[in-house]
């Protein structure tokens, strides 16, 4: 038996195909439809409250008896600094001065990190979903101990071998290797450390040498030949994000698929002046101004993403788009309309020796 089919009866899955957990587009029924195709679809609760949480759980249950992944972003606190937020700010200001509305007074940490937050751990625990994973960083070992011992399968994110030798000796059951052509937000642990931002399959070849944990392969990965690929260099299954964007059962706006199926897709950017921390999104005109010479640092993280989201509500009453996160990885060109399902399916015959 290989290792991947190992996993795949381990969560009872039929095929090695995760949809990824993207915080603001993957839905209760995105999730539901992707695991009732054979994979294993994915809730991100980190951009929401418990009270939100327990319910597109209890949404997707309503849709699926699979098993699904339930996301917690593990970050540190943001450390507030007033001076270099008011920095921000000031620079934002002829944005929101052209949108005709007054610049914010100050920001707000508008994510609670799920390290510490007793309330969302004891929801875990109480609802048992089959996956939990972790992002940004890592929760106490005791308490992935504790999800492990009430039957929860857990992964954790690594973007290099330091993180992923941290994963392993926290416990955690496997490693979503993320390469730097993913879309979304990275998942370094520490923002401030060196990033030498490997690309998918070198990150799984200096894995899979040095973990024994099933690695799971993340990023650029759009079609099942990206699969079988990932597969061949070690992987037991891939994650996939914006292959799903797409789907009619995502969450995201007629803007975001429009730019998605365009020539934009072609230009995606790495880049923290949307949120305050690493993402790769599609170019707009935020990020071109963020990025302008002489440009202050962002606020920190999640700190600046309350500065863009007020800029993107603002602009948005004028169907102005171009100050939104439209999140997506280095293969955005190869996505496909269809539904969820059959995308599963899809990719599964595609990938087929």
């Known amino acids: 038996m290989t290792s991947s089919q190992r996993f795949l009866d381990r969560l009872g899955l039929r095929y090695p195909i995760i949809q990824a957990p993207m915080a603001g587009v993957s839905t209760p029924r995105l999730a539901a439809v992707v695991s009732n195709a054979g994979g294993l679809g994915s809730l991100a609760i980190g951009a929401g409250t418990v ?46 001065a052209e949108l005709g509305a007054a610049l914010p007074v100050e920001l707000d940490e508008i994510y609670t990190t799920f390290i510490g937050d007793e309330p969302a751990f004891a929801l875990l625990l109480e609802q048992r979903p089959a996956v939990v994973s972790f992002h940004f960083g890592l929760p106490t070992t005791q308490q992935i101990a504790t999800l492990r011992q009430a039957g929860i399968y857990t992964m954790a994110t690594a973007t290099n071998l330091r993180e992923a030798a941290l994963i392993e000796q926290a416990g955690v059951d496997a490693i979503v290797a993320q390469g730097v052509e993913a879309g979304g937000h990275r998942g370094v642990f520490d923002p401030q450390a060196p990033d030498e931002r490997h690309s998918t399959s070198v990150l799984l070849r200096l894995l899979a040498g040095r973990t024994a944990l099933p690695l799971i392969a993340a990023g650029g990965i759009m079609d ?104 997506a990885g280095q293969g955005a060109p190869l996505a496909r309309e269809m539904g969820a399902e059959q995308l599963v399916l899809t990719l599964a015959n595609e990938m087929a020796p």
Not at 61 to 83: E, S, Y
Not at 244 to 257: G, I, M, T, W
Request: net charge positive; hydrophobic share 45%.
């Open 224 to 327: 099942g030949l990206g699969i079988r690929a990932a597969l061949d260099l070690g992987a037991v299954a891939a994650q996939l994000g914006t292959a799903f964007v797409l789907c009619p059962e995502s969450s995201a706006n007629a803007d975001y698929r429009a730019k998605l199926k365009s020539g934009r897709a072609a230009a995606t950017r790495l880049t923290s002046v949307l949120s305050g921390r690493l993402a790769r999104g599609m170019l707009n005109r935020l990020i071109e101004h963020g990025e302008a010479p002489g440009s202050p640092p962002p606020a920190a993280y999640p700190v600046a993403y309350d500065a863009a989201k007020q800029l993107n509500a603002l602009a948005s009453q004028h169907g102005d788009s171009e100050f939104a996160a439209q999140w």
């Open 51 to 96: 009270a939100q949480a327990r319910q597109v759980i209890a949404d997707t249950r309503a849709l699926t008896d699979g098993p699904f992944n339930v996301n917690v972003f593990c970050h540190a606190p943001a450390v507030r600094d007033a001076r270099r937020e008011a920095a921000w700010l000031a620079h934002l200001a002829p944005l929101f």
